[in-house]
């Protein structure tokens, strides 16, 4: 059970927008960066999000990120089917001084 | 550009030990902290080890701490995971990732190792 809570599955339609929260606490999400991944088994896991709402060079703008208080939240617009794939949230645990990914929310473009 | 390369996975007992390596090329690995994570069959992503760039600060996850020891040879642009007294739980795809920690920027393709007698 991961520290930080993902929902385990999103849907919506090609085209519409989704987003994806991860909720933690004080010694996470509360006081550090956090970054979004992309992971389809198989392959490598992609960045798209990091120090809350930065996107690397490649990721298009259909990508978005947020964090307020002790949660965070990616955003995707313009769904695609090849959006399908795992997202997780990460961060950095100041109390347990240990990295932490979210559980992992798996995607389905309708 | 930017790769990074996994060798070392394989079939190992319980109990067992495996050496993990990543190969850097694009970069200078010297600048850079490193990481190890890992993917269960049917579970999430799990960080595993942190390395900085001088090898100053190291961080494991509880779940490998005393059994696995990261270690990088910045000359040979080569990060390693040792890994000792294997379980069966240990089974995973093992990813090695550039990045500080709060974020990893670049990954292999990955390692398959399995454990089981």
């Known amino acids: 059970q991961s520290v930080l809570t993902q929902p385990p599955s999103v849907s919506a339609a090609p085209g519409q927008k989704v987003t994806i929260s991860c909720s933690g606490s004080?010694?996470?999400?509360?006081?550090?960066?956090v970054s979004w991944y992309h992971h389809l088994p198989g392959t490598a896991p992609k960045l798209l999000i990091y120090d809350n709402n930065k996107r690397p060079s490649g990721i298009p703008d259909r990508f978005s990120g947020s964090k307020s208080g002790t949660s965070a939240t990616l955003g995707i617009t313009g769904l695609q089917t090849g959006d399908e794939a795992d997202y997780y949230c990460?961060?950095?645990?100041?109390?347990?001084?240990?990295?932490?990914f979210g559980g992992g929310t798996k995607l389905t473009v309708l | 550009e930017v790769q990074l390369a996994e060798s070392g996975g394989g079939l190992v007992q319980p109990g067992g030990s495996l050496r993990l390596s990543c190969a850097a090329s694009g970069f200078a690995l010297r600048s850079y902290g490193m990481n190890w994570v890992r993917r269960a069959p049917g579970k999430g992503l799990e960080w595993l080890a942190y390395i900085s760039f001088g090898s100053t600060n190291i961080f494991y996850a509880d779940s490998v701490k005393d059994r696995f020891t990261i270690s990088r040879d910045n000359a040979e642009n080569s990060l390693f995971l040792q890994m000792n007294s294997l379980r069966v739980e240990d089974t995973a795809v093992y990813y090695c990732?550039?990045?500080?920690?709060?974020?990893?920027?670049?990954w292999g393709q990955g390692t398959l190792v399995t454990v089981s007698s």
């Open positions: 990732a550039r990045g500080p920690l709060w974020y990893f920027d670049y």
């Open positions: 990460e961060t950095w645990d100041s109390s347990l001084s240990v990295a932490v």
């Open positions: 004080s010694s996470n999400i509360g006081n550090n960066y």
